[in-house]
């Protein structure tokens, strides 16, 4: 097994006043050559934006964009027609394929909307654009890993134009869980959404990521209760 460990307090930071952006991966004006990207998996974006701001109409080709709102709601539209308000508890994905416009803003007018934005490369170049969203039901991912993404849509999951799986677990103080990559030559990019596990002989607390490779399956102990997102990603 080989790993990497991205620490909370060592991400990207920027601050925009109405944006504040952690980044796990090199994206806009931060640069790390040891954190382009994991595999497949380009960007992680964790993001916290004002009420009533957001991100004007701009271009994306040729990635998949997975937008995860951990408290408040987005409000999203596209240069395909789609409209809506995306909320904590929903999963967004866009196909960007051969080329899509769209414009993310705060949904509240009073309250902050913090988000996980994750890009990973397509599988297939120059597809039709293609928008999708879904609610999650938190219940059914307590004590175990609750499928958001995938290439087969297995369990009630959405379709990503790449081999990947995005999973989120919550787990309870004194879970043992393991996750195994689906396909041999992925990676596991774990993280801790909240809480304190241990991953790898590594404690983890809030916001910190391990990247695994080479690997079976890993073991994760919470040693509080605690909030996982697994991204199953090629690594070449």
């Known amino acids: ?15 925009h006043g109405w944006l504040k952006a952690h980044h796990s991966f090199s994206f806009a004006n931060y640069y790390d050559q040891s954190k382009v990207h994991f595999g497949e998996l380009r960007v992680f974006n964790d993001d916290s934006i004002a009420p009533g701001k957001g991100f004007g109409k701009h ?4 990635m998949e964009i997975v937008t995860i709102p951990l408290s408040g709601a987005v409000k999203h539209g596209d240069s395909m027609g789609n409209q809506g308000i995306i909320n904590a508890g929903d999963v967004q994905i866009m ?8 414009s993310e803003y705060n949904a509240s007018a009073s309250g902050f909307l913090n988000l996980f934005q994750i890009w990973v490369f397509p599988k297939v170049r120059n597809i039709e654009p293609r928008y999708d969203q879904k609610t999650f039901l938190a219940e059914d991912r307590k004590g175990k890993f609750q499928v958001l993404v995938s290439p087969d849509k297995a369990d ?8 990947v799986w995005f999973v989120r677990g919550d787990f309870a103080k004194g879970a043992e869980v393991s996750y195994a990559p689906k396909l041999k030559g992925n990676g596991l990019y774990l993280m801790v959404i909240s809480g304190e596990v241990q991953v790898a002989g590594d404690t983890l607390k809030k916001r910190d990521a391990i990247g695994l490779w080479d690997l079976d399956k890993a073991d994760i102990k919470t040693d509080s209760d605690a909030e996982l997102l697994i991204i199953d990603v090629p690594m070449v």
């Open 95 to 102: 196909s960007a394929g051969k080329g899509i416009v769209h």
């Open 156 to 163: 009630g999951s959405m379709w990503v134009n790449q081999d």
């Open 1 to 15: 097994m080989k790993k990497i460990i991205h620490r909370a307090e060592d991400r990207g930071y920027a601050d």
């Open 59 to 62: 271009p994306h080709d040729n």
